[in-house]
Nanobody
Framework: QVQLVESGGGLVQAGASLKLSCAAS????????MGWFRQAPGKEREFVAT????????RYADSVKGRFTISRDNAKNTVYLQMNSLKPEDTAVYYC????????????????WGQGTQVTVSS
């Protein structure tokens, strides 16, 4: 089993950047595909980005493509989400998730979740 802890959230103005980190402990994170999801108030949790075991393959939601970059450092057991050109509609709690299997855009494929980190983008 793996434990996940997100950090790096905060309050920024539109157009700014933030970099989220997700530190994994327990089983080494290199055994897991990883994903970032987000949930805004009153909305369902939605897919943001996912990355495969070795970091070679990534996929993004259309809403963040070209602005967000997911990456991982397996030596540090950490996954990152670099967020550029932030918009007010990016405001949400961002969650890191881990999957024993293949990378996925579906939250149900990820059994392990962090507690989330708040990102607020003001206009």
């Amino acid at each position: 089993q793996v434990q996940l802890v997100e950090s790096g959230g905060g309050l920024v103005q539109a157009g700014a950047s933030l970099k989220l980190s997700c530190a994994a402990s327990g089983r080494t994170s290199s055994n897991y595909a990883m994903g970032w999801f987000r949930q805004a108030p009153g909305k369902e949790r939605e897919f943001v980005a996912t990355i495969n075991l070795n970091g070679v393959i990534t996929r993004y939601a259309d809403s963040v493509k070209g602005r967000f970059t997911i990456s991982r450092d397996n030596a540090k057991n950490t996954v990152y989400l670099q967020m550029n050109s932030l918009k007010p509609e990016d405001t949400a709690v961002y969650y890191c998730a881990a999957s024993d299997g293949l990378m996925s855009t579906t939250s149900g494929k990820f059994p392990y979740w962090g507690q989330g980190t708040q990102v607020t983008v003001s206009s």
